[in-house]
Each structure stands twice: as C-alpha cells, then as structure tokens.
C-alpha cells in the first residue's frame, strides 16, 4: 500500500524558516510529480508547488521566491524549505504525489496526512 509520510512542521516567528519533508513509502513503480498544498482554517486548499519527474519546479504566487521544493528521487522524498515566513503562511500543508502502484495499470493520486505550520507575528 503506498503512502505519504510527512514530517516537519511547527511553530515559527515571522520572518524565520521551517522544512517540511514527505517520503512516499510502499510498493510502486513510479513517480510522475510531487506537490505541496496547504489549507489555512475556513479556507479552500491551495496549491504551494510542484516538482515533475524531470525535476522541473513551479510555485504559487505568494510563495515564489521564498519556498523551495526539492525532490531526492533515490529516497522517494520531496521537501519544502519555506523561508522568510508570514502569518498568512499558517496553514495545514499537505503532501500530494501521483504514483503509479506496483499493483496496478495506472497512475493513482495520493495525499500526506498534513502537517500544521504556524508563523507568529
């Protein structure tokens, strides 16, 4: 069975940094992209960024030029070092991958648990 395996997170003061990793674990044969979302309270979930396969990177607005995403393809895991944190950062964020079962034809979409990030002002 695959899975998302997040970790990272917490409490952060504004304008410092956080890393959030997710590993992808179980029995798959492939990896086509990696994302990450984020929910804060009341709100819909949005997207964060997004690395591909060939390793190509895009991110949302907001995030863009202070968010990193970085994948190790050997260790099935994508991260996201997020700097020069704001309070409009807080949110749930949640790990999201399209993999393809070692059990199955086709490519499947898989979600994290979500990981709480708080940035105080």
């Known amino acids: 069975q695959v899975q998302l395996v997040q970790s990272g997170g917490g409490l952060v003061q504004a304008g410092g940094s956080l890393r959030l990793s997710c590993a992808a674990s179980?029995?798959?044969?492939?990896?086509?992209?990696m994302y990450w979302f984020r929910q804060a309270p009341g709100k819909q979930r949005d997207w964060v960024a997004t690395i591909s396969s060939d390793t190509s990177t895009n991110y949302a607005s907001p995030v863009k030029g202070r968010f990193t995403i970085s994948g190790d393809n050997a260790k099935n895991t994508v991260s996201l070092q997020m700097n020069s944190l704001k309070p409009e950062d807080t949110a749930v964020y949640y790990c999201y991958a399209v993999i393809k079962p070692t059990s199955g034809d086709y490519y499947r979409n898989y979600w994290g648990r979500g990981t709480q990030v708080t940035v105080s002002t």
């Open positions: 179980g029995s798959f044969a492939d990896i086509n992209a």
